[in-house]
Nanobody
C-alpha cells in the first residue's frame, strides 16, 4: 500500500521556523505533484503549498506566501516545507499529499487532486 510519512512537526515560538519533510513508504509509486495541506481544530483542511514533480512549478496559499518554501529532492524522492516567521494562526496538523495519477481534473489547490496522504504532523506555535 502506498503511503506518505511526514516528519518535522513540533512546538515553536512565534516568528520561529520549522522544516517539515515527507517521504513515501510502502509500495513505490510515481508522482505528478506533491502538496502540503493543513487542518486546524474544528476547521476544514486547507491548501498550503504544492509543487509539480517534473517541472518543479510551485504554488502557495496567500497566507503563507513569502514565509513558506516548498521544495523537492528527486534523488531522495522527498518533499520539504520550510516554514519561517511562523504565526499562531499557522498552528495545525500538516498533511503531505501526492497526486499519483496526473489526471489534473481539479486544481492543485484542491484536495480531490490527491490520492495518497500522510497521517499528518502537528505544528504548534506559541505566542
Amino acid at each position: 500500500q502506498a503511503q506518505l510519512v511526514e516528519s518535522g512537526g513540533g512546538l515553536v515560538q512565534t516568528e520561529g521556523s520549522l522544516r517539515l519533510s515527507c517521504a513515501p513508504s510502502g509500495r513505490a509509486f510515481g508522482t505528478y505533484a506533491l502538496a502540503w495541506f493543513r487542518q486546524g481544530s474544528g476547521e476544514e483542511r486547507e491548501f498550503v503549498a504544492a509543487i509539480t514533480w517534473r517541472a518543479g512549478t510551485k504554488d502557495y496559499a496567500d497566507s503563507v506566501k513569502g514565509r513558506f518554501t516548498i521544495s523537492r529532492d528527486p534523488a531522495k524522492n522527498t518533499v520539504t516545507l520550510q516554514m519561517n516567521n511562523l504565526k499562531p494562526e499557522d498552528a495545525a496538523v500538516y498533511y503531505c499529499a501526492a497526486d499519483t495519477h496526473g489526471w489534473r481534473q481539479y486544481s492543485l489547490r484542491d484536495v480531490r487532486s490527491y490520492d495518497v496522504w500522510g497521517q499528518g504532523t502537528q505544528v504548534t506555535v506559541s505566542s
